[in-house]
């Protein structure tokens, strides 16, 4: 079963411990109505770890990810076990506006947060 959501924004970041892919739908006034994180963690005492944030829900670990696929303006992260927190669901579908800025967070961001995740794509 795969989980489907369309954005207007995407965003790379990178702090101390991680680096960032932020996916949001925003309102016309700008407020953040449905937002997906994807975070890929490393701490000084522990190992990597890769995190999905949706809408203040969190779930992640070291083999959350099975694979990643990147084509055109679609992101398909195919989850190792199904996630409960997504009502079980086995893939996250994330599509996005194909806008000059999420397309350049995503060539910038996707092999820095997702890694040897990322099977496949096209540039």
Known sequence: MSHSRFYDTVAFDVRDNATMLFFAKT???GDI???VLLMRAIEDNFDESFYIEVNEHQFGGHDLLKEARLLGNTLTLALTEPAAELDNASEIVLTFDETENNLSSIEKGAFRVLGDALKGGNA
Request: avoid cysteine.
């Open 27 to 29: 309102s016309e006034e």
């Open 33 to 35: 109505q449905d937002y």
